[in-house]
Structures are given as C-alpha cells and as structure tokens.
Nanobody, 121 residues
C-alpha cells in the first residue's frame, strides 16, 4: 500500500485548503482511511477518519470546519476557517480494519503517507 498526499500550502487565517491522498495497492479502496497531523514538538494526532462503511469521526478541535470524504482510492480533507493552530504536517493513513471508536487513534493504523505541510498565518 502506498499513500501520497498533496494539497498542502500556506494560507491566511480563515482560509481554506483541500488535501488529497491517493492510495495504491490491492483492495486499498475498501480500507479505512484517515487524516492525522503533527506539529513541531507535538505528538501526532487524529484529525478525521472514515471507516469501510463510510462512518466518519472528527477530532473535537475540528469544530465543524473540516470535512473528510473519499472516492475510490482517493481520500480528501476539505479544511475551512483555518487557524494558526492548524499549522502542521498532515498525514494520510490507511488500514484494512479499524474499530469505529478507535478511528482517531494513531496506533491503529498500519500504512502512512509522507505528509504534506499546512501553514496558517
């Protein structure tokens, strides 16, 4: 399984970005997928995830600003009303099966992309 993220960049506070993750590998389109982020000096944390049934989960700090979606092998994260505290490297993750209540748990995911930088100022 390979995951390649794109769409990061630098935006002003209140701006928007759309991250994309393209997954390749056998059966990966049916995998659970998620977005995680890591800011300098901080641990990686879950942002949003979607399981194989299409159920989504969001971190509390998202506060309705982000939307996760998927289409075939592509995973998206639409981010609006961005804040400086959203600055981080954003990673795409995939796994054949993650239980619903642990979708935002970093340790549950087997496959990771290389990350894409998001800077909000």
């Amino acid at each position: 399984v390979q995951l390649v993220e794109s769409g990061g960049g630098s935006v002003r506070t209140g701006g928007s970005l759309r991250l994309t993750c393209v997954a390749s590998g056998a059966a990966v389109s049916s995998y659970c997928k998620g977005w995680f982020r890591q800011a300098p000096g901080r641990e990686r944390e879950g942002v949003a995830a979607i399981d194989d049934q299409g159920t989504t989960r969001y971190a509390e700090f998202v506060e309705g600003r982000f939307t996760i979606s998927k289409r075939g092998p592509r995973l998206y994260l639409e981010m609006n009303s961005l804040k400086p505290e959203d600055t981080a490297t954003y990673y795409c993750a995939a796994d054949p099966l993650v239980v619903r209540f642990r979708l935002l748990n970093v340790d549950e995911w087997d496959y990771w992309g290389q990350g894409t930088q998001v800077t909000v100022s």
